[in-house]
């Protein structure tokens, strides 16, 4: 089974196009969270009806996704709309089915294609493979209230990296996540939150008891950022992860760690 694991997008387009075009021939993509930008000019309605389109796109192409929400996906000062901003017809009923859940990520869980927030499904591929993914939301305290744990192989999607560990930064990371791994330990555990930093070893492995837990460091929404964002490609039948990154001067590099 071949993933692609990623984060942190933060309403950068490019990249949402190239998901489109490299996305659908993996068995799961999944995204850890901040696919929005709160601090975006045009305003929070606009990602809502693109996310919304891009996302019918990617099934519309075959892919399988998971996504879980992130700081930037929660509701934050940030205005609705822009003064001057026409919405059409057909995003005004866009938005309507919005406004029947409590999160917009559940409005995108349209069928199977797509597991979001407080999701559990099994992910099969034709050669018979079989994953367990989950998604647990972000919480604004920082609590992590999930509890449920699955046996192997299973796949948890969290923002926050599990705190203490390298994944994280100094203050970016989640202790009860960390303790919940080192409890029930998920075989893979995907992040994201603490981005690629020149100030940092930029570590995208770390293992925690059974759990391999990933960052793909995305990177920094500052500045120019080059077309392709940084990713994590797991291979669970050649027992392989490949972070596939950027450096901040744009030189494309990867490096490959065993997941057995
Ligand atoms: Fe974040």
Not at 144 to 170: K, N
Request: proline share 8%.
């Amino acid at each position: 089974m071949k993933l692609l694991l990623t984060s942190d997008f933060h309403f950068h387009r490019p990249w949402y196009d190239w998901l489109l075009d490299h996305g659908p021939q993996y068995d799961l993509v999944a995204i850890a969270g901040d696919l929005m930008e709160m601090h975006y000019p045009g305003g929070v309605v606009p990602q809502l009806i693109y996310l919304h389109t891009w996302v019918r796109a990617m099934l519309k192409r075959g892919a399988v996704l998971a996504i879980c929400s992130g700081n930037h996906d929660l509701p934050s000062t940030a205005p609705m709309v822009v003064p001057h901003l026409g919405i059409d017809k057909e995003s005004v009923s866009l938005l309507e089915e919005y406004a029947k859940h409590d999160h917009w990520l559940q409005a995108l869980r349209r069928n199977h294609q797509i597991t979001v927030d407080q999701d559990h499904r099994i992910i099969r591929t034709n050669s018979g493979e079989s994953l367990m993914v989950s998604c647990a939301p972000y919480r604004a305290d920082g609590q992590f209230l999930f509890r449920e744990h699955f046996p192997p192989p299973w796949l948890l999607l969290h923002h926050e990296p599990p705190g203490g560990t390298t994944l994280a930064g100094l203050n970016t990371g989640n202790q009860a996540l960390a303790e919940f791994v080192r409890k029930t330990p998920p075989k893979y555990v995907l992040s994201g939150h603490t981005h690629f930093s020149e100030m940092s070893d930029n570590a995208f492995h770390e293992r925690i008891c059974k759990a391999h837990c990933f960052n793909c460091r995305q990177y920094p929404t500052a500045g120019i950022r080059p077309p392709a964002p940084n990713v994590i490609i797991l291979d669970t039948s050649a027992g392989t992860a490949t972070w596939r990154f950027c450096t901040p001067d744009g030189t494309p590099q990867q490096t490959t760690v065993e997941v057995d």
